[in-house]
């Protein structure tokens, strides 16, 4: 029998699912859900709102991070919103719980209390804005580097609001200063609901 991209997923993972009363894997997570477990390439998931893109993304990603034994972030989550960053979080929360992870987010209006515990003991997930890194990065390198200094994959959200003008230059600049401090290049996917040319948006990407 062909295994499915289900059956791929962590145990913890396919409990998850069944108890969120899923019938089945939308098309976008099968695939996303093949690509990246399949490989350790960049890639660029792009669907209709709502249709899943961000469970295509951290399904197959946060076993990963739950089972990792390195000190630091294993996956940095980089939206343009802090209200997109609170919803994101809301959506992931029980899911990271169930699986061991620690899920912070990092911006101006976030809670104190888990930053400082991750910066403690640098793991799990952290959500946040371009400027929060590039403050991370200015007034606190110290900290950016054990916090972010060994990352395993890099989900960009609302790809298609970097792809062009001073914004999305910045996070570029961001993304490869992250790099040259890192041991090893994360991998990077990029979540977007409106991508007019592909291969501009991978091209940006990697």
Not at 112 to 136: D, N, R, Y
Not at 154 to 181: C, K, N, T, W, Y
């Amino acid at each position: 029998m062909t295994e499915t991209s289900f059956d791929r997923l962590h145990p913890e993972v396919r409990r998850w699912i069944r108890d969120e009363g899923w019938i089945e894997l939308r098309p976008v997570q099968d695939q996303a859900i093949r690509t990246i477990l399949g490989s350790d390439r960049d890639v660029v998931i792009a669907a209709a709102t709502a249709a899943g893109k961000t469970e295509a993304a951290f399904l197959p990603l946060l076993p990963q991070a739950a089972g990792r034994e390195e000190r630091g972030v294993s996956i940095l989550y980089v939206a343009p919103l802090k209200a997109l960053i609170n919803d994101q979080h809301r959506r992931l929360d029980l899911l990271c719980e169930r699986m061991g992870v620690s899920l912070v987010r990092w911006h101006g209006d976030a809670p104190q209390g888990p930053k400082q515990q991750i910066l403690k003991t640098p793991h799990g997930v952290v959500m946040i804005t371009p400027e929060s890194i590039e403050a991370l990065l200015l007034r606190r390198s110290t900290d950016a580097r054990r916090l972010l200094g060994s990352l395993d994959a890099i989900v960009v959200d609302e790809l298609h609001a970097f792809l062009q003008g001073p914004r999305g230059l910045h996070l570029f600049s961001l993304l490869r200063r992250l790099e040259l401090m890192s041991a090893r290049r994360p991998r990077r996917i990029g979540l977007s609901a409106t991508l007019g040319d592909m291969g501009i948006a991978a091209a940006w990407l990697n």
